[in-house]
């Protein structure tokens, strides 16, 4: 069955860490660590730690069966700093990896639910802590990261993905994306792929500086770099 295509902005999923307990003191290790998915009128966090799929799931956006995730109640108590320690405001994490330490005695749980599913502002279905402290923290990613997360995870297949630096882009390559989208669904030997818009992280990583760019991948490496449609075209022998 042909796999649904997703257009996103980059977000790369981390796994999270668990702490100790009601020690309050902050220099203590993290309670858990995540991605900051989302902040309220009401100064709620959603952390997102992690989920039950493999990397070949996440990247086919499936369903999930259960979620590692919490959300963080912030008071006036709540210290938020950046990477150099350094108070920010809590919007400053948004969409950024943090870790939390909490008031209340951390226990890890996991939330039976399909993430797609949910809408984040029925907080009442994932545990809720109080925040002691949140920080923001840099993720070391590399190439290697990059290639596990976008190639192919089935021999003879390819993924083809679509890097767009600039998100207002996407207005004036519409009816080339949708193209893209269409190889991508029409095509046997494509596995997957994705129309990635927004700061091209992913891209950097991979030596890339030059944008809009399509690259293929077979089930280890880069096989094709284009910024041309009609290389990929011809890549895979379509037919006008």
Partial sequence: MKLKIFIFVILFMLSGCM????????????????LNSTVDDEK????????DRNQREKQQNARTEYVYAYWLKITDDTIIVNEED???????????????????EFQEERTEVNIHDVSLDKE??????????IKRVEVERTKKDVLEKLKSYEEGKFTLHLFIDDVNKQYEMRDEINEVTDLI???EVIETGSVRLGPPEDAKLLDIDEYPVYIVLDTEDIVLT?????????FFNVKE
């Fill in 124 to 133: 009442s279905i994932f545990p809720v802590y109080t925040a002691d402290k």
């Fill in 226 to 234: 284009t910024h041309q449609l009609d290389g990929v075209k011809e």
């Fill in 19 to 34: 702490g100790t307990g009601d020690n309050k003191d902050i220099m203590r290790e993290p309670d858990f660590q995540g």
């Fill in 44 to 51: 709620m966090v959603f952390v997102y730690v992690d989920d």
């Fill in 86 to 104: 350094e108070e920010v405001a809590i919007d400053e994490t948004f969409l950024k990896h943090v870790e939390a330490w909490v008031k209340e």
């Fill in 185 to 187: 669904s029409d095509i």
